[in-house]
């Protein structure tokens, strides 16, 4: 249970299809022309979300090899400075976890626990070592990792425009771009000599009043199993009364990872 809830914190961090409730379908298009990596990332930087706060519901489908889950997810994002996840099943709350810059916290009212701590035990589980951004931004399907100084090799392929670089630790990552709005469609994160791997897929985008945020994401990750999750956000609005409230019950056990 502490590694789903991990894996969907990360997400959260992460069916049929359904009506966007929010906003409508943003256009996207094939890429055709070659970019320089400097036009494409300036592209993008154009899609980044200038907001205080966030709120989004939605549904989280998960699939491993032993287990099927679908469950409610309600997340609020303090740009920035942290991140609030409430999951519920069948509109039961089940789990809460609180995310900032310097730590991870999350409580579980199945079996009342609790853990408090760094993001150590989540690089562990993911393979690659994660901050408070790159999770934001795989919420917000903005570039993983800080562009400035990273030598990306640019080219073009199946239609996106792709970037990747590697890095001394032996990660490669791998972006590809749509071509009108250089949006990001998918993200590949590979372990150099290992078979782990996770993608990161965003096939629709969502306009919300003037804010472009994902409508979809899948996550499919190679890490000690194989795991698929399905995001869906049904539901967004941007800096409208969103008080973050997060307490950990008194008589809830610590846990340590």
Do not use: W
Not at 49 to 62: A, E
């Amino acid at each position: 249970m502490e590694k789903l809830f991990y894996i969907l914190i990360l997400i959260a961090l992460t069916t049929a299809c359904k009506t966007i409730k929010s906003g409508y379908f943003v256009e996207q298009s094939t890429a055709t022309v070659n970019k320089t990596t400097l036009v494409i990332l300036n592209e993008h930087a154009k899609n980044t979300q200038l907001f205080n706060q966030v709120s989004i519901r939605g549904t989280v489908d998960y699939t491993s090899n032993t287990i099927n889950q679908e469950v409610g997810m309600h997340i609020k994002i303090e740009k920035d400075k942290q991140i609030l996840v409430s999951i519920n099943f069948k509109g039961f709350p089940i789990a809460k976890a609180l995310i900032t810059p310097q730590k991870l916290s999350y409580y579980q009212n199945l079996n009342s626990t609790y853990y408090e701590g760094d993001y150590t035990a989540l690089n562990h589980i993911v393979g690659k070592d994660l901050t408070y951004s790159q999770l934001q931004n795989i919420l917000l399907g903005q570039l993983t990792d800080d562009p400035i100084n990273r030598n990306f090799i640019t080219s073009m392929e199946d239609g996106f425009h792709k970037l990747s670089y590697s890095t001394p630790d032996q990660t490669q990552s791998t972006y590809y771009l749509e071509g009108q709005s250089a949006l990001l469609k998918k993200e590949e994160i590979t372990t150099v000599n290992s078979n782990q791997k996770v993608t990161i897929s965003y096939p629709n985008y969502q306009k919300v009043a003037n804010f472009t945020i994902p409508a979809t994401i899948n996550i499919h990750a190679q890490l000690e199993q194989t795991t698929n999750i399905h995001i869906e956000y049904n539901k967004v609005t941007f800096n409208e009364d969103n008080t973050i409230k997060y307490k950990i019950p008194t008589s809830y056990k610590r846990i340590y990872l």
